[in-house]
């Protein structure tokens, strides 16, 4: 089961939206888009108090810490992978192409 499933789309996001009356809860400016955020990062958790309508901008500040952890988690293991693959003797760790200067 999706976290973003039925009872999100019709009860638990419309009710946030509602409470908010189409104004961001952080910054207080009327938006046209506003997102529901789980303010501790967890879509599994629904609890009123941890959902707020923010706009676009305040949505990513909020999740900017969250996602460069992430991102940063995810390359280093594509690194790993990289070099694990290197040291094997992979041609995946091969260039594509070679340019007229490594000729």
Not at 30 to 43: E, R, S, T
Not at 54 to 64: A, E, M, P, V
Not at 71 to 88: D, G, M, P
């Amino acid at each position: 089961m999706t976290p973003y499933g039925h009872r999100w789309r019709t009860v638990t996001r419309p009710r946030i939206l509602a409470r908010a009356g189409g104004r961001c809860e952080r910054c207080g400016f009327a938006h046209y888009f506003i997102d529901v955020a789980h303010l501790d990062q967890n879509p599994a958790n629904d609890d009123e108090t941890n959902l707020a309508a923010l706009c676009r901008l305040d949505h990513r500040r909020h999740d900017l810490s969250t996602w460069r952890r992430k991102c940063h988690e995810t390359r280093a293991k594509e690194s790993a992978i990289f070099v694990v693959l290197c040291y094997q003797g992979s041609s995946e760790c091969l260039p594509d192409k070679v340019g007229p200067a490594e000729v």
